[in-house]
């Protein structure tokens, strides 16, 4: 029997159920949690952060393990701070915290839903910056032994939404804290759309801050209002080749140049150009100002989001050979399933 709801631990807002919910407050909680649900009663068990990034297909057959490990500790050298932060804290709430503190840098990644110890994860970015430039290293825990590992930042692989922790460290590990360091000297980033009208000798930390609030509240729904999880898909990664061909034929068409001669598309705009904006199918949709998200509209399954997600996919690989692929993570009954085998 599952008993627990755990809509409101989603942001997708799926009402589904699990059977149990844990919160850690302490990694002897996160280690006892461990050793009751897996080797006790011989469930799956699934850390979360703010459940941000994840879509729930149906009822979850185990624990739910929230880590709320709570604390940072600030160091100085002549140049930067280096902030140590547990996992457990609010992701958003540390960089209003950084940012009262005199410490800006991390402005532009304000209002990203989660928790620290998710970040590193999927290397979380926005407004052209990403959480690996502040990363220093990250600790992670080994849930069956209890043994400690530090992860430098080179160790981490961090990518575009990528990272090992996406991949070796996936099962029985927890994200325990990481530690970030902050320039002293500020170098506010403001080539993004959006922000381009501010005067770099002139703007200041808040400032962008509040922006960034006006643009996200333009483009993103609430998830209290409309489940959603963000960007539905990963935007794509092209070659050289591709990006001129497509470059050709759609004079319009957002291409961003990153490294070793790769490019970086938008999704949500190759979505858009498949006339999919506000698509509905059954009670799942494509939000109607900005293609990337999906939305449940209040009674979506997972079957619902999953078929919208696959008539995307068809669709924008049908006019521009192009295949997404999912930036959410998918949450089966026993736990997270490649999204290769069902989407
Ligand atoms: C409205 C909205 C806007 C968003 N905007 C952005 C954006 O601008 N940029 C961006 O990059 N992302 C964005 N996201 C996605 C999301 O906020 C991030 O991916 C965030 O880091 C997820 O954090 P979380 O704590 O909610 O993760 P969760 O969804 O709780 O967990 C995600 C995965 O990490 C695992 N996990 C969680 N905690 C730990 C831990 N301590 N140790 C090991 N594994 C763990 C979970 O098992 C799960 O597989 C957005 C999401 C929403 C809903």
Same mark, same amino acid.
């Given at each position: 029997m599952n008993s627990v709801a755990i809509k409101s631990l989603n942001t997708f807002r799926m009402n589904v159920f699990a059977k149990r919910i844990v919160v850690a407050l302490t990694e002897e909680d996160l280690l006892k949690a461990w050793r009751q649900a897996? &080797?006790?009663?011989n469930q799956p068990i699934l850390i979360l952060g703010g459940g941000s990034n994840v879509l729930f297909l149906e009822n979850y057959m185990g624990t739910i393990l929230l880590n709320r490990i709570r604390g940072i500790t600030i160091k100085e050298s002549k140049d930067a701070w280096y902030l140590y932060i547990h996992s457990g804290e609010i992701w958003n709430r540390l960089v209003n915290f950084s940012i009262n503190q005199n410490m800006p840098g991390l402005e532009n990644l304000a209002? &990203?839903?989660?928790y620290v110890g998710t970040a590193p994860i999927q290397n979380i970015g926005a407004y052209g910056v990403e959480f690996c430039q502040f990363c220093e290293y990250v600790d992670i825990l080994q849930l069956d032994n209890g043994k400690k590992y530090r992860l430098n930042k080179f160790e981490c692989c961090f990518d575009y939404r990528e990272s090992i922790f996406k991949h070796s460290y996936r099962n029985n590990y927890a994200i325990i804290a990481v530690n970030l360091r902050i320039d002293k000297i500020w170098k506010p980033i403001i080539h993004y759309n959006g922000l381009t009208h501010f005067n770099v000798n002139r703007v200041t930390p808040r400032q962008i801050l509040n922006r960034i609030f006006l643009l996200r509240k333009r483009k993103i729904p609430n998830p209290l209002f409309q489940g959603n999880a963000g960007s539905f898909f990963k935007n794509p990664i092209v070659d050289a080749k591709t990006a001129k061909i497509l470059k050709n034929k759609y004079k319009n068409i957002p291409i961003f140049s990153v490294k070793n001669n790769q490019f970086r598309l938008s999704a949500g705009w190759l979505i858009e150009k498949c006339q999919l904006k506000g698509y509905k199918m059954g009670n799942a949709e494509v939000y109607n100002k900005q293609a990337l998200i999906l939305v449940?509209?209040?009674?979506?399954t997972g079957t619902e989001l999953i078929l919208l997600a696959k008539y995307i996919r068809d669709k924008v690989s049908e006019k521009f050979s192009i295949w997404l692929e999912p930036e959410v993570r998918f949450i089966a009954s026993q736990g997270e399933i490649d999204p290769s085998k069902i989407l």
């Open positions: 897996t &080797i006790l009663d209002f &990203i839903p989660g449940n509209n209040g009674k979506a």
